[in-house]
Nanobody, 126 residues
Framework: QVQLVESGGGLVQAGGSLRLSCAAS????????MGWFRQAPGKEREFVAA????????KYVDSVKGRFTISRDNAKNTVYLQMNSLKPEDTAVYYC???????????????????WGQGTQVTVSS
């Protein structure tokens, strides 16, 4: 079992930045590959970014490439999502998720993640 708690969301103007954090407790954090997903009003939840257990591999959805950076600190049991050059279309509830996976396969598939946080709201005004 692992418990996930996101923080760092808020209201920001277009072009601004936010850094989301996801703190994990429970089992050893380093056994989990981590992902960030988001759900905008009236839309399905979508993949944003993923990072491997060690942090050596990452993947992003095309719409955030070059603007968002996922990272992790296994000593602090935390995964981050640095979001720069934010756009109004980035407005959503952002969720972090964990899965016990040794490889970066199907990391965009939310059904492969066993644990989820409660989400944090990100609102980008134009």
């Amino acid at each position: 079992q692992v418990q996930l708690v996101e923080s760092g969301g808020g209201l920001v103007q277009a072009g601004g930045s936010l850094r989301l954090s996801c703190a994990a407790s429970g089992r050893t954090f380093s056994v989990y590959a981590m992902g960030w997903f988001r759900q905008a009003p009236g839309k399905e939840r979508e993949f944003v970014a993923a990072i491997s257990r060690s942090g050596s591999s990452t993947k992003y959805v095309d719409s955030v490439k070059g603007r968002f950076t996922i990272s992790r600190d296994n000593a602090k049991n935390t995964v981050y999502l640095q979001m720069n050059s934010l756009k109004p279309e980035d407005t959503a509830v952002y969720y972090c998720a964990a899965r016990n996976a040794a490889t970066m396969i199907r990391e965009e598939d939310q059904n492969t993640y066993a644990y989820w946080g409660q989400g944090t709201q990100v609102t980008v005004s134009s």
